[in-house]
């Protein structure tokens, strides 16, 4: 559209007008540069403590100005990872069927379900997952750890003495809680699919799984990938849910039923208990390397999906 | 497929618009101008913030009588969750004789409350462990009393619901909680418990997450009671083995109530109102005490007060006693520097420590013996209180 | 087919055409793994809405019999260990009646704050986006951090705030408004900026040749045109803030009785929520299930009326 640009009346206006709105688009770029610098420079004084064993130590005891945060991202990794495990399945099977199963009358109907379940907060989650889940899930982890006992990495993966506060529980909810994001992005991505390719692979005789397989999947491929990061992203960075079910034992251990700790987790659970030292400046930096992990997480997710929507349009 | 990498859950990928509704509305100017505006205003009433103003009706001295009325001040504390259900119940008996008075108390733990109380951040702190000296240099307003306020046993509260009665030595207590112990069926309980089938669960060990009295004094009942048995130390947090950690008491409570196999320690009053089952200590005479305000009131009644009104109810000698018993104090600082809320915290610590008392055994909380009570009242004398 | 079938969107239509063309006899095995993901197709979506029901249901479950009028408005109770004959007996005023007032006001001002502050700017900036800034790289780079900003994690938000604001000026509702704001912020933006470009550029050209500016154009034309939808994504974002707990979790502080001022601390809905899940008081419980209810509903209510207008839209065009 030409922009009618020109000297006269009202041209102060518009140049008026105009700064005001690049300002308001600036100040993203200046809050998100303020929020990675007086994190940082807040966290400086644990950093210059602990030098890099603060992310290589597995030690976290404030009491004893330990400050090593490896246990806490593993914890991190780890129930995202679970949360991803069982999240995607059930999404792309959502997304699949609100694009390409549901009856048209019920589908508005059932994206509003997974829209609620997207709106429920996360705090909500984990009370439900602290006082009712947790209690519910702990027999069922001994029982399977009963069945799996003697194999060899099932075994030590579901091992012994699970309690209703783990990484499992954790993970669980934390699926719950992705499930939307992944199936709402994963959904546009579906619908975007040419409608010849789904046409032409039908009228060659496939039935509608194979249609998903060879029309369907092959094109939504990166996109989906770039839907799956942005719930990993989101599982990494998610607080309050996971501080009330993870059990605050800071630990590195394959057992996911046993009690771990988060980043997020526990910055949300300790905060307020220190007031001043070393020990706040060190829960601000495990806030910075939770910055930092997303927001690798995030760029990687959108590299991958603009690679793939440029393949699509024939440019790779 | 569009950039957009913000999901907008629900929205129907669009198609394009035919709308052709001409230029009615209210421009977006109009309405950011009001935002703006209501902005500015929002933030011109939160800036000129009413500070309470101080009218000089006290009394500067001694103890204001509990119906005069007392200036508006308002008192914030924090710390032990060890006494925040006899704070809760005091407050609310406090500011009901005294309604200008606002009082808040946060309870995230001793360590957390003599912290604050150092940064000058609250006006009192509640604790079950002494400041150490290394941390008095922390204490920025100086000099600070100990007030005494209530005593209670820290239970040791399980969830095993085969097991009725259970009674465990020190030794076995220490066993379990460094994690050596790992069975509910395990020899060393079995010999604290002859006759009793135990089942063959893992057991959970629950411990303080936050800085905690309570710690301290369990700690610190372990390093006493079984001290070849007990490794781990004692203070405010100590490194635990593998074990499930939960906020303040009432956190732990939780987690035990709602883990099969847990055991962990918790105040007395907590533990009674989330029906937790307790375990009987073995006491220093030998017998199996299970936890009671009587059993507390002896520990204490046995134990001697030092001059500053601080003393250890642990792992105290006689028959009836309950082994684990804590008290509680406030912490003030001798000098205080508004008089309005000087005078407040004096008549509160006054009530809490006279009329009070009567709210401790419903609280499931000892109250002090008289001697020790009036020792309070009398050190009262020392805050050091503005006179306008 | 006519000319209206190029404009809706080729998705998600019917896939069997008129005249069935696909091949009758297929294979048993082709069949039976044809079935078998269909099938599979239903489960996920079923296993996807349990949690929802099974949460809702728990949630009006137990927090429906602490709810009444006076749970809205009453302060938070003292929480002693005392039964209500105890209270009685000592002549105490304690309430043992689950009350979150304090809450709903808190959650209410500092939502309403945090969206004064963050959607006229998220508007603003996505003006500046699609109107002005379009391709050039400084809206591209601006484009690029939003979506980035979307994925900061809310809890650092609040120690941004803590840092720069609450360390200097104490815990306060405004800064706990100032954290959610940076919340909301991105999403703001790039909803509105999807809202901004669906608007036909025919009505931006006509208003062109009929001589006013663009500021003109944007703030008589584009902006009324989009404005269910912007109005749509703006209540997204209220409900995402409202219920958010990490943001206000160290910024704005605790209380017992209502400040309806945003200075001074405060609490929310979910703050109460979150310190009384880790209680196993049976009162505390309560307080957090009723809290819980409360604040699905008002969450619940926006994101339906979201919809709700977002539709009537989508009608309207078409």
Redesign the interface.
Known sequence: ?????ASGR??L??GA??W???L??????A??A??AF??T??AWPAFMHQGWSFITSKVW????NQFGSLALIYGTFVTAAIAVVIAV??????A???????P?RL??F???????????????????G???L??KL??IYRDIHSVVAGVPVLGRIFG??G???SFMTAGIILA?MV???I???SR??F??V??AD??AA??L?A????M?RAAIFPYSLG?VT?AVM?GL??A?????AV??VI???P?ISANLF??GDTL?AV??????????GVAQNA??GL??V??VL??V???T??YI??RA?RR?QGAL | MNENLTPTPGRDVPGRSHSLRGASGRPARRIGAAALGLTLALTGVACSSSKKSSTDTGSSGSTTPANQQLASATLNGDGSSFQLAFQQAGIAGFTALQPKVTINYQGNGSGAGKKDLGNQIVQFAGTDSLVKPAEESAMKGGAFLYFPLVSAPITVSYNESSIKGLKLSPDTLAGIFSGKIKTWNASQIAADNPGTTLPSDAIVIVHRADASGTTSNFTKYLTAAAPTAWTLGHGDTITWPDSQAGQGNGGVAQKISSTPGAIGYVDFSDATKSKLTFASIKNKAGEFEAPSLDGAAKAVAGTTIEPNLTYNALNVAGTGVYPITSGTWMLVYVKQTNHNIGEALKAYIDYLVTTGQKLATPSNYAPLPTSLAQSAVTQLDKLQIPSS | MSALDELTPPAEQDLAPAVDVRVRTVSRGRKVRNDLAIGGLYVAMIVAVIPLVAVIWTVVAKGLSGFSLGFLTNDLPHITNLTDAQIKALGLHISTKPAAGPAVVGTLLITAAASAMAIPLGVLGAVYLNEYGKQKPFARVVRFMSDVMVGVPSVVLGLFIYSVWVLRFGQSGLAGAFALACLMLPIVIRTAEEMLRLVPDELRTSSAALGSRTWRTTCSVVLPAALPGIVSGAMLAVARAAGETAPVLFTVGVITATNASLSGPNTTLSLQIFSNAKSANPLANQIAWTAALTLICLVFVLTLLSRLISARFASKRS
């Open positions: 559209m030409p922009e009618v640009r009202g041209a206006g518009d007008f105009r005001l709105t690049l308001a688009a600036a100040s993203v770029l809050i998100l303020f929020i007086s994190t420079k807040q005891a404030p009491q004893n399945p059930v999404s792309l099977g959502v699949l069927f609100l694009s390409e199963q549901a048209r589908r508005g059932m994206v509003s379900a997974v829209d609620l379940l997207a709106a429920v907060p996360s705090v909500v989650y984990g009370l439900w602290v006082l009712v947790g209690p702990q027999p012994p003495n309690t209703g506060q719950i499930t939307p994001i199936t709402s992005v546009e991505v619908v975007t040419p409608r789904k046409d039908l009228a005789g039935t509608k799984w194979e998903f996109g770039g942005l992203g989101r990494m960075g998610e607080t309050i501080a009330l059990g605050s034992q630990q046993k009690a997020a910055i949300a659970n300790e905060f307020g208990g220190e007031s001043t829960l601000i806030g910075v939770l910055f997303t927001i997480v995030n760029l997710a959108r999906v603009g929507e699509m």
